[in-house]
């Protein structure tokens, strides 16, 4: 089974220097507020997608006093092969990925390699409460089992700031943009519609197992439901029709507003809308099941069961909920959980767990 056998950790967060080793299993970290328990999870996520979940400015990572950090991994494969990756970002330097001390050019090289899932407070607000928090999850759980799809999400990327780009030179000059708008809408229409198909099939693809997890975790009294809201959908000459005739309306606001990168999700209990009527436990639990399917799916695609980093999962959850999560994740693969009162459940964990303390 992949895992993360040891961290190393130079000027991460409120670390100057950090090691530790993990179980194949679950692993718990513990300690109180402030100690450093989230910036592990993030150090491990940084070896795996090479950026934060936290952050969008790796400086942020940086150790106060310091003008670069370092994670370093050691990865074992399922044959026993081992993988010492490590990311390392500078204030000047910028980001460097490396795999045995070999430089990977692109982000590309390494995501995929070693999956995780992420499961956080913040990620209910993120992807149950707004659209972009939705397609990063889309984006993210595809990207890692196909590194096509993480290609064209990029062109897409690019394409669409030069789409946005002659949106605002027509819109303020004389000039005409139309012929540069019809190729840049070429383009979009292609990968837009490849993006949606993918994404169709994503989402109905792990729907049943979905609502089989949320099931299990609520004793079967709640139905959980995911719907995809596309912004645009077909082929790619419907595509490009759409995105032609929002030209004028487009001008107007300044930005291309159909595409991917308006799709939205709707997150649903009882047919009623998670966002508008969930409880806080309803959210948490629901959040808990989409990551779940999330390392189901990751692992049905690529054979390699992911590493669920769980931060604070279990905040929130009443007992029953709280056992039942418990009772899953026994075997999902590798978990590193964190939490501030693991006395509190520890009677209820009826295998052995490997307890990283922090101090
Ligand atoms: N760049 C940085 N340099 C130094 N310290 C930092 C940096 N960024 C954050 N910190 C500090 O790191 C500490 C650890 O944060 P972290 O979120 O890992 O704690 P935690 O154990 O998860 O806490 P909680 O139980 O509240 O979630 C915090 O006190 C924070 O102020
Ligand atoms: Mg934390």
Redesign the pocket.
């Known amino acids: 089974m992949m895992h993360l056998e040891n961290l190393r950790l130079i000027n991460f ?2 670390y100057e220097k950090f090691e530790t080793d993990f179980s194949d299993k679950i692993n718990i970290i513990t ?9 592990v999870l993030e150090a491990v996520h940084y070896l795996s997608l090479s950026k934060s979940f936290r952050s969008n400015r790796d400086e ?5 006093n310091s003008d670069h950090f370092v994670s370093k991994g050691t990865f074992v494969s399922d044959n026993g092969v081992r993988e010492n990756i490590s990311i390392s970002f500078s204030k000047n330097g910028g980001k460097a990925i490396k795999s045995h001390g070999k430089l990977l050019e692109n982000s590309r090289d390494l995501i995929g390699r070693h999956p995780v899932v992420l499961l956080s407070p913040e990620d209910i607000i993120t992807t149950i409460g707004s659209p972009s928090g939705q397609r990063k999850f889309m984006n993210m759980t595809m990207s890692q089992v196909n590194k096509n799809h993480l290609s064209r999400l990029m062109s897409y990327r690019g394409v669409l700031k030069q789409r946005n780009a002659a949106i605002n030179m027509a819109a303020s000059g004389r000039e005409s943009y139309e012929s540069t708008l019809d190729a840049l809408e070429e383009q979009l229409g292609e990968l837009c519609s490849s993006i949606w198909e993918d994404r169709v099939n994503f989402i109905n693809e792990i729907i049943p197992e979905f609502q089989k997890i949320f099931n299990d975790l609520n004793e079967g009294k709640k139905e959980g439901n995911i719907e995809y809201r596309p912004s645009v959908s077909g082929t790619k000459n419907e595509i490009m029709e759409v995105l032609k005739l929002r030209r004028a309306n487009d001008f107007n606001m300044g930005f291309t507003t159909k595409g991917l990168h308006r799709d939205k999700l709707i997150f649903k209990i009882n047919d009623r809308a998670l966002k508008k009527y969930g409880s806080k436990g309803e959210n948490k639990s629901f959040m808990i099941a989409l990551r779940l399917t999330q390392g189901k799916f990751i692992e049905k695609k690529t054979g390699i069961k992911p590493i669920y980093l769980l931060d ?1 999962v279990f905040m929130e959850l009443d007992r029953n909920r709280a056992i039942e999560t418990v009772k899953y994740i026994n075997g999902i693969g590798q978990v590193i959980i ?1 939490t ?1 009162n693991y006395e509190e459940w520890s009677d209820k964990v009826g295998f052995k767990v490997n307890l990283i303390g922090l101090s």
């Open positions: 967060r409120s300690g109180n507020n402030g100690i450093g328990k989230s910036s942020e990572a940086i150790h106060f604070d964190t501030t």
